[in-house]
C-alpha cells in the first residue's frame, strides 16, 4: 500500500508544475517528508476504497435482503410448529415484526401464519406466549383481508377464550384491542 501511495504522490506531483519534490539519489532528501505523504496519501485512499465498499455492500444488500425477507418469513411460520414455546414466542415475535403492511400480512396469512398462531393461541399453556400471539395476531388485524382470514379460521372464539391474565396486563389490552377490531368490520364477537 505504502509504494501504491509512494507511487501515486510522485506521478501527481510531477504532474504539477509548482511541486518541488526531490528525487530519492539526491542527497538532500528528507525521509520524514516522504513518509508523511506516504501516509498522507493513504488515508485519502483508504477513505475512497472504504467508500467504494461501503456503496457495493449498499448495492448488494438491496438486491439480496428481499429474497432473505420471504425465507425468514416462512422459517417464522415453521418455528410455530416446534412444541417448545420459547420458539413459538420467538416465531411470533417475527411475524409481527414482519406484519408491516397489507401485502406482508396476506403473506404471512397465505403461509399459514394466521392459523397457526390462532393454534398457538388456543394451546398456550403461560402468559408470555399468549401474549406473543395476541401481539402477532393485532399486527396482523391492521389489514381487513387479514381480519377477514383470520374470522374464517375461528379468531374470535379462540381469543375469546383464552384466560385471563393476572400479571400482564398487555394480554388482555391485545385481546380487547382484537374483539374490538372484529367488531369495528362488522363480525359478531358475541359467540
Not at 509548482?18 to 542527497?27: A, F, M
Not at 401481539?135 to 381480519?147: F, I, P, Q
Request: contains cysteine; glycine residues 4%; proline residues 2%.
Amino acid at each position: 500500500m505504502r509504494t501504491l501511495a509512494s507511487h501515486l504522490t510522485s506521478y501527481l506531483c510531477r504532474r504539477k508544475l509548482g511541486c518541488n519534490v526531490q528525487s530519492r539519489n539526491s542527497s538532500s532528501f528528507n525521509v520524514k517528508d516522504e513518509l508523511s505523504i506516504e501516509k498522507d496519501a493513504e488515508r485519502k485512499i483508504g477513505w475512497l476504497l472504504k467508500l467504494i465498499f461501503a456503496g457495493t455492500a449498499s448495492a448488494v444488500a438491496y438486491q439480496l435482503f428481499p429474497y432473505l425477507g420471504d425465507n425468514l418469513m416462512q422459517q417464522s411460520v415453521s418455528l410455530l410448529h416446534v412444541k417448545d414455546p420459547l420458539f413459538k414466542r420467538m416465531g411470533a415475535s417475527r411475524l409481527a415484526r414482519f406484519a408491516i403492511d397489507d401485502e406482508r400480512r396476506m403473506k404471512i396469512v397465505e403461509t399459514g401464519g394466521a392459523q397457526e398462531l390462532i393454534n398457538m393461541l388456543g394451546a398456550a399453556k403461560d402468559d408470555r406466549t399468549r401474549k406473543e400471539a395476541l401481539k402477532a395476531l393485532t399486527a396482523l388485524s391492521h389489514s381487513d383481508e387479514a381480519v377477514r382470514a383470520l374470522h374464517l379460521a375461528g379468531a374470535i372464539s379462540v381469543i375469546r377464550s383464552a384466560p385471563h391474565s393476572v400479571e400482564d396486563a398487555d394480554v388482555e389490552k391485545y385481546k380487547s384491542s382484537l374483539l374490538k377490531r372484529f367488531q369495528d368490520l362488522t363480525y359478531d364477537v358475541s359467540s
